[in-house]
Nanobody, 125 residues
Framework: VQLQASGGGLVQAGGYLRVSCAAP????????TGWFRQAPGKEREFVAA????????YYADSVKGRFTISRDNAKNTVYLQMNSLKPEDTAVYYC???????????????????WGQGTQVTVSS
């Protein structure tokens, strides 16, 4: 499945952005979906994940309370609403899909088979 991430940009600290992950023409509802990010010079890290039906969500401690992951399966799209952004949130954000509808939602990137191209989020201080 091809994933298309979009919505990144430049925002001031304290601001907000919403990034989207679309899977045009695919039954996205069969996939758990996650967001990961990679800052310059750092390893890629888990940000948030959501089950195929939106019933379960998981967050990294660093974004809990500020970010919200959601999905609209009718639109084959997963969203990451990012509020109260900090300079340390600056990274390339990647969405990923795990065809594992009957299994648990996972937070390790090795469990995700399909990846989008990434969208840059830059938070200025």
């Amino acid at each position: 499945v091809q994933l298309q991430a979009s919505g990144g940009g430049l925002v001031q600290a304290g601001g907000y952005l919403r990034v989207s992950c679309a899977a045009p023409g695919r039954a996205f509802s069969s996939y758990h979906t996650g967001w990961f990010r990679q800052a310059p010079g750092k390893e890629r890290e888990f940000v948030a994940a959501i089950s195929w039906n939106g019933g379960r969500t998981y967050y990294a401690d660093s974004v809990k309370g500020r970010f919200t992951i959601s999905r609209d399966n009718a639109k084959n799209t997963v969203y990451l609403q990012m509020n109260s952004l900090k300079p340390e949130d600056t990274a390339v954000y990647y969405c990923a899909a795990d065809y594992n509808r009957l299994g648990s939602v996972r937070v390790d990137e090795d469990s995700y088979e399909y990846w989008g191209q990434g969208t840059q989020v830059t938070v200025s201080s």
